[in-house]
């Protein structure tokens, strides 16, 4: 399989088709699920299960980017029902005080800064710092 480089038009990377079988048997018994996370939790929670949520990030509030909504006290409601899962669960925001206040008492670790452009708008790539929070 072969991509173009963005850097230059007659760049091409080579990309190895092997590395796409070990994902696809990596994620095997793996669901996505595209429906609101309060469903998805309901549906799912068993002391088996693991749960990846990605939350819209606090800055882009009322900025649509998502198929469901995500209001002010969803944040405060997504911490309320994860503290009370059988499940395990990781979730993922930008780096934020607020949101480390919000989940203190769970394991929240920050990543390496990581190249991210963020949205349409935005021509170059800035370096942003995420956070990993979990309750195991």
Not at 24 to 52: C, N, T
Not at 83 to 107: A, H
């Amino acid at each position: 399989m072969f991509e173009p480089d963005c850097k230059s038009s007659q760049s091409i990377t080579i990309i190895d088709l092997n590395f796409f079988k070990e994902v696809q048997q990596r994620l095997k018994s793996v669901y996505f699920e595209g429906q609101p996370w309060e469903e998805v939790i309901k549906a799912f929670d068993s002391p088996d299960m693991l749960f990846y949520l990605d939350p819209p990030v606090l800055a882009w509030l009322g900025e649509k980017f998502c198929r469901h909504e995500f209001k002010p006290e969803s944040y405060k409601a997504l911490r309320n029902r994860l503290s009370d899962i059988e499940g395990k669960f990781m979730l993922s925001y930008d780096e934020s005080k607020d949101i480390r206040k919000l989940y203190k008492g769970f394991e929240i670790r920050s990543t390496a800064p990581v190249h991210y452009f963020g949205n349409k708008k935005r021509t170059s790539a800035r370096l942003k710092t995420e956070i990993r929070i979990r309750n195991f």
